[in-house]
């Protein structure tokens, strides 16, 4: 799978540039989180942490965190009583217009952990499982930005995108390029009516990063209706149309 590929070549090269150096324990745990993924092996049968964020806002280079949460799937079942969920104190104020989104006032992050307190303890979470996300490339910047600042390279889990596989398994294949050009209209909304998902406190990050993991569920089951339902087929249906 190229994602795959390009992913492990990329951690080949930074095990070879940390060679010799004293990495911290996390960060030496986090290089190999692809050491033991095979694209054979049964998509069920694996570890995904499916998180999301709320922030401040949607500027990648000037807003920041506010909220992280994260849920664990295990072959296949959503683990209910091992949760991660943490406010982030951002550093800076809380626009109104945030505000009104995710319901998260200043008063309520005045005591908050920091944001490398937070995400260093969420890659302690994560360990080596695969990182699941609902237009993952967002939430995912503002973990590689800790990753970088602290590890000096980005977060090596295997990270997936829940958005496109909906879209490979939700529009049947004469379809897909209409679905590719509706995808403006696939957010997590969507995808959560189609598989007749109610959303419990949208817009918090535990409710978002349960309902992608309930979606995600559904994904799983609907490609083992449609196939043998391994890796390999999973990181297809990722790249969407």
């Known amino acids: 799978m190229p994602q795959l590929f390009i992913a492990r ?7 070879l540039r940390s060679r010799g150096k004293k990495l911290h324990p996390l960060a030496s745990a986090n290089l190999k989180a692809l050491d033991h993924i095979n694209v054979r092996q049964n998509a069920r049968s694996l570890r995904y942490v499916v998180f999301d964020l709320e922030t401040t806002g949607l500027n990648l280079q000037h807003d920041r965190v506010v909220s ?8 296949g079942r959503i683990a209910l009583g091992d949760v991660f969920s943490s ?18 006032i200043p008063s309520m992050v005045d ?10 303890k969420f890659i302690a979470y994560l360990g080596t499982d695969i990182l699941v996300g609902y237009h993952v490339g967002f939430d995912l910047h503002f973990l590689n930005v800790y990753m970088r600042k602290t590890h000096g390279f980005p977060v090596q889990n295997l990270v997936l995108d829940a958005q496109p596989m909906c879209r490979s398994v939700c529009f049947p294949a004469h379809l ?6 509706v ?6 909304d969507s995808a959560a ?12 990050a535990l409710g978002d990063a349960l309902a992608t993991a309930m979606i995600f569920q559904r994904i799983l089951t609907a490609m083992e209706k449609n196939g043998p339902g391994r890796l390999k087929n999973l990181l297809a249906a990722g790249r969407g149309v």
């Open 176 to 181: 897909r390029s209409y679905a590719g050009r």
């Open 111 to 120: 005591n908050a952990p920091s944001f490398t307190e937070v995400f260093e």
């Open 87 to 104: 406010l982030v104190s951002p550093d800076r104020d809380i626009p109104s217009a945030a505000v009104k989104i995710h319901g998260i």
């Open 9 to 15: 070549c990329q951690n080949r090269l930074i095990k």
């Open 68 to 75: 992280v949460a994260a849920y664990r799937v295990v072959d």
């Open 193 to 204: 009516k189609h598989f007749g998902i109610e959303i419990q406190e949208r817009h918090t």
């Open 183 to 188: 995808r403006g209209h696939q957010d997590l």
